[in-house]
């Protein structure tokens, strides 16, 4: 299952993060919850938390339908350079 989430996110989500410095690591798929970490210009984004319930989990869920929740695990006040 982690492959095709990271196929997904390659093919549809990880290009527009790039546009903006970003990325997004898989961490773990546990208890139907699939554990994420945003990086680069994403890390302390104000829109991190839309990009992650609004694009990210609903992707996910369309494909993969029991994932309950996408959990972001970014600590987002350690970022070095959000994109503003």
Do not use: W, Y
Request: net charge negative; aromatic share 4%.
């Amino acid at each position: 299952m982690i492959r095709k989430i990271e196929s997904i996110l390659d093919e549809q989500v990880r290009p527009a993060l790039a546009a903006h410095g970003g990325n997004v690591e898989v961490v773990d798929v546990d208890n139907n919850k699939l554990f994420i970490k945003l990086q680069g210009g994403c890390q302390g984004c104000s829109s991190s938390s839309a990009t992650v319930k609004d694009g990210i989990q609903r992707l996910i869920q369309q494909t993969f339908p029991d994932i309950e929740e996408v959990v972001d695990l970014t600590e987002h006040d350690k970022g070095e350079n959000p994109f503003m």
